[in-house]
């Protein structure tokens, strides 16, 4: 499993990736590719101890979760995957094996949601002001330790949108409010933001 996820991280984390996010889906996909490596390590696992066989299983469990759950997100997809897997693992007499793969999805999910994605569109910002907006919104989310993974200004449309990572230690309310309070009113928009 270390050697799948290590593997994976390779893939999700290369250099020219980090360029092209623009949106909170993109800045998620690398939790979403090492997930599917430990979900795909751990399938192997299974199928190399009891053959075949147990493979049609699981494409068979993985069909069904596939079109008839409604889960809102490929990562929770995935969790659910990993749950379904970890049972079937259990169910199949292998505890020390379950208890393994359950520790590690638990600190990978620990890991990689410790720092949440979010999206903000700050729209409705005085005319000619956006760049000035801009500045003071960057300003407090630097203040706040969230890491900004991209930035785009439309100055037609009074708009600016950013995508950034929160860090462990504030909560989504206390980013919220701090934009409220401490950007200037001259330059303030309307927020719109969405969590993943």
């Not at 929770?76 to 359950?102: E, S």
């Not at 330790?145 to 462990?168: A, D, M, N, Q, W």
Request: aromatic share 8%; hydrophobic share 45%; net charge positive.
């Amino acid at each position: 499993m270390i050697l799948a996820v290590g593997l994976a991280m390779v893939i999700a984390f290369h250099p020219t990736t980090r360029r092209t996010i623009d949106t909170r889906e993109e800045a998620e996909l690398p939790k979403i590719y090492i997930m599917y490596a430990l979900i795909g390590a751990v399938i192997g696992v299974i199928v190399l101890k009891y053959g075949n066989v147990i493979g049609f299983v699981i494409f068979g469990l993985g069909g069904l979760m596939r079109f008839r759950s409604t889960t809102g997100s490929a990562r929770d997809t995935g969790r659910l995957i990993i749950v379904t897997l970890i049972g079937l693992i259990a169910g199949l007499n292998l505890p020390a094996f379950a208890v393994l793969a359950t520790a590690f999805a638990f600190v990978l999910i620990y890991i990689f949601d410790g720092h949440p994605v979010c999206s903000l569109e700050v729209s409705e910002i005085p005319k000619g002001r956006v760049n000035d907006a801009a500045a003071q919104y960057r300003r407090v989310l630097d203040e706040l330790k969230c890491t900004l993974i991209s930035e785009s200004k439309s100055h037609g449309k009074g708009r600016i949108e950013y995508v950034f990572r929160i860090p462990r230690h504030v909560s989504e309310q206390q980013v919220y409010k701090t934009l409220c309070e401490q950007v200037p009113q001259d330059v303030r928009g309307e927020i719109d933001w969405s969590i993943e």
